[in-house]
């Protein structure tokens, strides 16, 4: 791995950005917020990836040496060809070691529904996430961040998330890998309806990821962006619900005002709530905007939690 080589050749996606609103920090600068623990979510650079201007696999360098972010999540359709790759997982993993960068979680979609109520399609789905429980081993991550979607009423639905969220837990835990669910869209954004799934699984291996905006209950990947979305799931009781639970936090971001605050999400109020939980793992920054581009949103997000963090109580 050559990181100078990564760092010169990201540069130039980012050349052009000079200032950012209210005055946020530009590529280069460091932190002097030391308590306040800042990962990288992969999809803040989801068009970068998609129009190849960024491998999948020099994302958590470019994170590190771009963003000063140590501490990277993974996203599992940028690396569908690997998949079951033992030797890609673990040569990513001894790159990202010699690097100081620490794996904490790969996103899974697209792998079927956990809450099929059709338990021979379930089971299905439930065996498909296997190999990114495995993948998530290799890479020393922690989790493994997966939705609770199915079909049909949310009793027909919450039944099957009982038995497909507890057969992956329980296989999970084998390898000592957490099954994360994520608000995102749909049942799985109703807080109090997933904390009674996880009550019910019982397996301290079946966790959360909430997520600051993906609160909408109409839609599914539950984006609260641009106002939309005509059932919201109030976000301050939809964090409370998932932190007991929480084994990470995503710090969700679409746009930010001239004082560098985001427009939607109320980021004080929100953290204030993390942080009165004792939460003290790592808040991962997810840029989905579309005005500022992905470098600014990221270096945005930064900022403000960085800057939020150091103001509360």
């Known amino acids: 791995m050559n990181s100078r080589r990564i760092f010169l050749e990201y540069s130039a996606l980012t050349a052009g950005m000079l200032l950012l609103p209210g005055g946020l920090l530009q590529l280069g600068c460091t932190s002097k917020i030391s308590h306040i623990k800042i990962s990288l979510a992969q999809w803040s650079l989801h068009r970068a990836l998609a129009k190849g201007d960024v491998k999948a696999d020099d994302f958590p360098f470019i994170a590190k040496n771009t963003y000063g972010i140590n501490a990277v999540e993974y996203v599992n359709q940028f690396f569908t060809e690997k998949a079951t790759d033992e030797s890609y997982w673990l040569d990513l993993k001894r790159r990202c070691d010699d690097e100081g960068i620490i794996s904490l979680l790969i996103m899974v979609d697209d792998e079927g529904h956990l809450g099929n109520p059709n338990s021979g399609e379930r089971i299905k789905a439930v065996e498909k996430h296997f190999k990114w429980v495995h993948a998530a081993k290799m890479l020393g991550c922690h989790s493994i961040r997966v939705n609770a979607f199915g079909q049909g009423s949310k009793a027909a639905i919450r039944s099957a998330l009982v038995d497909g969220m507890g057969r992956l837990a329980e296989y999970a835990a084998s390898e000592e890998i957490n099954i994360l669910i994520e608000n995102h869209g749909?049942?799985?954004?109703?807080?109090?309806?997933?904390?009674?799934?996880?009550?019910?699984?019982?397996?301290?291996?079946?966790?959360?990821?909430?997520?600051?905006?993906?609160?909408?209950?109409?839609?599914?990947?539950?984006?609260?962006?641009?106002?939309?979305?005509?059932?919201?799931?109030?976000?301050?009781?939809?964090?409370?619900?998932?932190?007991?639970?929480?084994?990470?936090?995503?710090?969700?971001?679409?746009?930010?005002?001239?004082?560098?605050?985001?427009?939607?999400?109320?980021?004080?109020k929100l953290l204030q709530l993390v942080k009165d939980q004792g939460y003290d793992g790592y808040i991962g920054i997810e840029y989905e905007g579309s005005r500022l581009s992905e470098s600014e949103g990221i270096m945005a997000t930064k900022e403000l939690l960085e800057r939020t963090w150091a103001t509360l109580s």
Do not use: R
């Open 186 to 268: 749909l049942q799985s954004s109703d807080g109090a309806y997933i904390a009674g799934i996880i009550q019910e699984v019982d397996n301290p291996y079946l966790g959360t990821l909430p997520d600051f905006g993906n609160w909408c209950l109409n839609a599914e990947w539950g984006s609260t962006n641009n106002n939309a979305c005509t059932e919201i799931y109030d976000p301050y009781q939809g964090l409370m619900d998932f932190m007991p639970y929480a084994k990470g936090v995503s710090a969700k971001s679409y746009d930010f005002d001239a004082d560098g605050n985001e427009t939607t999400i109320n980021y004080p």
